[in-house]
């Protein structure tokens, strides 16, 4: 009798110590770092860094995974480790706080800042757009933009150089503004007049913000970037028009647009962020693909067989033909892994939540740190290499999925636009370089700079041998 009382309390006193264990683990502090000032939190830290990519990065070398630290008055949780992705899985609200310098080009009204239902609606009715029924006429409107190219290029010396990052923003523009929002686009002059404001916007946008998006909006006092906005605007409004005129099929995602969003303000502000989501990011990565080619002829070379291998000598990309491109997927998804190192989402809940054992007061924005953990060296030997073989099926086979999520990976809110990249990328390449060789115009060495986005802090010029 004694023996069984004392085993009762000895299973109560041990399942009362684990309780109270479990409860200290939550109660931890979170690695980070004190507020530098009462009003501005480690903003001025931000700054300092040159940025808030940079100052991510920093925090997360020098004390790990998950850090903590105060931007402005908010405290605000850093997550960066596969681990941690996968325990965020389901939150789908975003703080606007962290994107707020793209407030200025896209508007309050934008799907970028909507949350709850609202949010959740737009998303998912904007989606339609993108199912797979619907990707036919995606590969017609890019393989025009990529003919086009290819057209301008063939009028090109031997010893003409050409400017990549233009080159690559030209198409990427140009399919973005056809497929999003039709036939009006297809106009070189809309699509020259829409590119040159938008450029114009976001070099005034870049210089006002420096190192401090809270600075983003004194942009609206800078008359250059008013009239470049209103210009934009305007070529998407006339774009509606006309598409609402004319007698096509409603599979784009402006129909989505117009059929679901309650005002105008909502259309004009939806329009431009898918417009500008579907060029901005893309047309960088592109650009730092074309230059790992030109630099490295072995791997240009294994992507040009593997292109007439697949496709033969004239035949084009399609939904049928896509996923036997495997080496190029492969340098497609190094080139985002190589050119997407500021990259970042963010979340908050609505309720306390445990991450990587630590307690996440509900209303927390977590940042998730994607562009740092795919280029985490633990994950990545020589990080900085470029090296398509680490998308090989051999060498993924040991690494978890969430160690490349550049286009997020929580709630129904990952980019809508993911399923675009490689048949867009995939398109371009094919086309371009059937045609040409692509080499680097001297000893060039490309630096990142973190801005709106990731891109090469300099032109980088290349020259075109025809095949
Ligand atoms: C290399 C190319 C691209 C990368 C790396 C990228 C990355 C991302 C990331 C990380 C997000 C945030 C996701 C999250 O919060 O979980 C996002 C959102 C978004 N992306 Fe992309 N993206 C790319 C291309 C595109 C394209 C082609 C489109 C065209 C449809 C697009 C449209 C958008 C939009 C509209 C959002 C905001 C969606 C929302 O608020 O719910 N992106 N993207």
């Not at 929002?181 to 913000?209: H, P, T």
């Not at 398509?388 to 999925?401: H, I, Q, T």
């Not at 390449?429 to 630096?447: C, N, P, S, W, Y």
């Amino acid at each position: 009798m004694i023996a069984v009382f004392l085993s009762l309390v000895f299973v109560i006193l041990y399942l009362l110590w684990l309780y109270l264990s479990r409860d200290q683990e939550k109660n931890r502090k979170i690695p980070g770092v004190e507020p530098t000032s009462k009003e501005d939190g480690n903003l001025s830290d931000i700054r300092a860094a040159g940025g808030f990519q940079n100052y991510l990065e920093k925090l997360h070398v020098k004390l790990g995974p998950i850090v903590s630290f105060w931007y402005g008055q908010v405290y605000t949780v850093s997550i960066a480790s596969p681990e941690l992705f996968k325990q965020h899985l389901h939150p789908f609200d975003r703080p606007p706080l962290f994107f707020k310098l793209f407030e200025p080009l896209i508007g309050p009204a934008s799907i970028q800042f909507a949350n709850g239902e609202d949010g959740r609606c737009r998303r998912k009715m904007y989606d339609r757009a993108f199912a797979h029924d619907k990707f036919g006429s995606y590969y017609k409107s890019f393989q025009k933009s990529a003919d086009a190219i290819v057209k301008r290029w063939s009028l090109k010396g031997e010893d003409d150089v050409i400017p990549l990052n233009d080159e690559t923003y030209n198409f990427t523009v140009r399919t973005a503004m056809c497929s999003m929002l039709g036939e009006y686009c297809e106009d070189n002059d809309v699509i020259y007049g829409f590119r040159k404001a938008y450029l114009k916007a976001q070099e005034e946008l870049s210089k006002v913000i420096g190192g401090d998006p809270s600075h983003c909006e004194k942009v609206h006092t800078i008359q250059d970037f008013n009239e470049a906005m209103d210009f934009m605007k305007k070529t998407v409004k006339l774009a509606l028009e006309h598409h609402k005129n004319t007698t096509c099929q409603r599979t784009l995602v402006v129909d989505e647009i117009l059929e679901y969003a309650p005002n105008d303000e909502i259309v004009l502000s939806d329009c431009l962020t898918y417009l500008i989501g579907s060029f901005h990011n893309t047309g960088n990565m592109l650009a730092v693909c074309l230059y790992y080619l030109a630099k490295d002829e072995v791997i240009q070379e294994k992507v040009y067989n593997e292109i007439v291998q697949v496709l033969g000598e004239d035949g084009l990309v399609d939904e049928s033909n896509l996923r036997d491109l495997k080496y190029m997927h492969q340098v497609i998804d190094e080139s985002i892994r190589c050119g997407g190192s500021g990259m970042y989402a963010a979340r908050y809940q609505e309720a306390d939540i445990t991450l990587g054992g630590f307690k996440i007061p509900k209303n927390t924005p977590v940042i998730q740190a994607l562009g740092y953990v795919m280029k985490d060296e633990k994950i990545w030997p020589l990080p900085t290499k470029f090296d398509p073989d680490r998308f090989s099926e051999e060498n993924m086979k040991d690494r978890s999925l969430f160690a490349f999520k550049p286009f997020g990976f929580s709630g129904k809110r990952v980019c809508p636009g993911y399923k675009l990249v490689h048949p867009k990328s995939a398109v371009f390449l094919a086309t371009v370089l059937r045609r040409f060789k692509i080499k680097l115009h001297g000893d060039q060495h490309m630096e990142y700079a973190h801005g709106l986005g990731t891109h090469s802090s300099e032109e980088i010029w290349a020259k075109l041998v025809k095949r």
